[in-house]
């Protein structure tokens, strides 16, 4: 079976460092999903705008080829799982699965809310979310059993801060107070960075506070 992607998605993160472990954990960060010219149909959207959820089945575009097992960074790198008892990128067909909230659609774009991927992520097809078949209050979770929480408090000075348009400032925060650090990385000293919205924002961690000292 050969697949091709019907979109891709722009997002705030040029670079993986930072991007949420997964979807829904930062409500407010926005994604565009922009169809391929050949399925920018406003006739195959019909119908999408009654739902308030929806699956991307996406490609991981960086991913390096597949591994048994893997080193799930929650579990602080130390432990090894077998591939299928994660949502580790390498696997042999690299292939993601997040839930997103729907922002819009217009002109065959998507707007979305919540979205863990890399800016410019092949979209391989959509499907609604269904809340009577996907979610399972009762299911078990592994290892991943609960939300990663926003365990860190973060210090940004304003005008740190005021660099950032306004609808992106609270979305930052939120990515920065779930420590996008590997867990087994703490090393106080260390400076950290990514981009985020097209500024480079750099940090350090000291303890469970999490400083930014520059955004450019």
């Not at 080193?71 to 067909?93: I, K």
């Not at 592994?142 to 926003?150: I, L, M």
């Not at 985020?196 to 961690?205: C, L």
Request: aromatic share 10%; with cysteine; net charge negative.
């Amino acid at each position: 079976m050969e697949i091709t992607p019907i979109a891709h998605i722009r997002t705030e993160f040029k670079e993986k460092f930072g991007i949420p472990r997964q979807s829904g954990l930062v409500k407010g960060l926005n994604g565009t999903i922009v169809f391929e010219p050949a399925f920018r149909q406003a006739e195959a959207l019909r119908g999408l705008e009654d739902y308030s959820h929806l699956w991307l089945i996406w490609g991981f575009s960086q991913s390096r080829g597949w591994s048994p097992t893997v080193r799930p960074p929650r579990l602080g790198g130390n432990v090894r799982l077998g591939v299928f008892a994660t949502r580790a990128p390498n696997r042999p067909n690299p292939l993601g699965l997040s839930a997103v909230e729907i922002e819009g659609i217009a002109d065959g774009v998507i707007q979305v809310r919540g979205a863990d991927l890399l800016d410019g992520t092949p979209i391989y097809d959509i499907k609604p979310y269904l809340p009577y078949a996907d979610c399972i209050p009762d299911a078990h979770g592994g290892f991943a059993n609960d939300a990663p929480e926003q365990v860190l408090e973060v210090q940004i000075a304003d005008d740190l801060l005021s660099r950032l348009p306004e609808d992106r400032r609270g979305a930052l925060v939120q990515v920065l107070a779930l420590d996008p650090r590997p867990s087994y990385q703490d090393d106080p000293e260390r400076v950290y960075g990514f981009v985020f919205a097209g500024f480079e924002v750099k940090f350090r961690v000291v303890g469970n506070v999490l400083t930014v000292v520059s955004v450019g």
